[in-house]
């Protein structure tokens, strides 16, 4: 269905992607993959910075015990401070493959990163599914994908959802305690009138959340994976999404300008209203 939006800053991103709601700062970041590029909006002030990175960037998420973030880099995951900007390499997943970059990632209850790899050129199907531990240990436990997107956790920490947006698919698994994954199950099969899978975020009563690349939209799907409800965006490629806010009832929306010169909007962070309530971002243990 048509949906009101609102367009939050004047960038216009080549790719962007990873919006993150930080409860500290008050403000949303999202990444230009790109460009590359780091930028932050103030929910307070409405302001907007942006810090230039020096190899592709896929996301960002804040850490618990630390300031500043982890990032994921082409080079594989970092540390990352601001003001002055630094970056401090910690592992590379996929010294093997070098044309791969960081895509998605999540926090998930135990404070653990989930990240998607993918080739760049989309080419051959070498992304895997990766978790970085608090103590920097990097574990692969899932593979073969196109293209890694998501992932994003339910209510009760005990589902990951994660996409190949390559085919088309959103993977279910079940989410143990400890933070297992296991049981991986298709959970929604786009068809090509929707476009593709994108990222995806999880709200409070465990509707899921997902962005359609080339399908100029967000959805939200029943935790039964019954489409529920759409928005529709002044862009055809809309990557992810986030709640933020202090009521987390606010849905930021960012998209992605490559290839489409045409659309005035496209890459632009959009705010919508979801008529839904988010869930709090995990932090990272490490």
């Not at 093997?96 to 209850?109: C, E, F, I, L, W």
């Not at 994976?225 to 849905?251: K, N, W, Y």
Request: proline share 7%; net charge negative.
């Amino acid at each position: 269905m048509p949906g009101s939006y609102e367009v939050v800053s004047d960038i216009r991103c080549q790719l962007g992607e990873g919006p993150l709601w930080s409860e500290r700062d008050n403000s949303v970041y999202w990444v230009d993959i790109l460009a590359p590029a780091l930028h932050r909006a103030s929910l307070g002030g409405g302001d907007v910075r942006s810090w230039a990175i020096p190899e592709k960037i896929g996301w960002v998420v804040e850490r618990r015990d630390h300031p500043g973030f982890i990032a994921g880099l082409q080079s594989g995951f970092a540390e990352l401070t601001l003001d002055p900007l630094h970056l401090r390499a910690i592992v590379d997943p996929e010294p093997h493959y070098p044309d791969n970059r960081m895509n998605d990632a999540k926090v998930d209850h135990t404070g653990c990163i989930w990240a998607g790899t993918m080739d760049c050129e989309i080419r051959k199907p070498t992304g895997s599914l990766y978790r970085l531990d608090p103590t920097f240990a990097v574990t692969r436990h899932d593979s073969g994908y196109r293209v890694t997107n998501g992932p994003a956790f339910s209510p009760a920490c005990d589902r990951l959802y994660h996409s190949d947006t390559g085919i088309g698919v959103v993977y279910r698994f079940d989410l143990t305690p400890e933070g297992e994954i296991r049981n991986r199950k298709e959970f929604i099969k786009f068809p090509k009138e929707w476009g593709y899978p994108d990222g995806m975020t999880v709200d409070a009563d465990g509707g899921l959340w997902i962005a359609h690349w080339g399908g100029g939209r967000v959805s939200r799907f029943t935790p039964e994976g019954e489409l529920d409800r759409a928005v529709s965006l002044p862009a055809t490629q809309i990557t992810s999404c986030v709640f933020a806010g202090p009521d987390l009832d606010r849905m930021f929306v960012t998209s992605a300008a490559v290839d489409r010169l045409d659309e005035a909007l496209a890459g632009a962070l959009f705010e919508i209203a979801p008529d839904a309530k988010g869930l709090s971002p995990n932090l990272f243990a490490g």
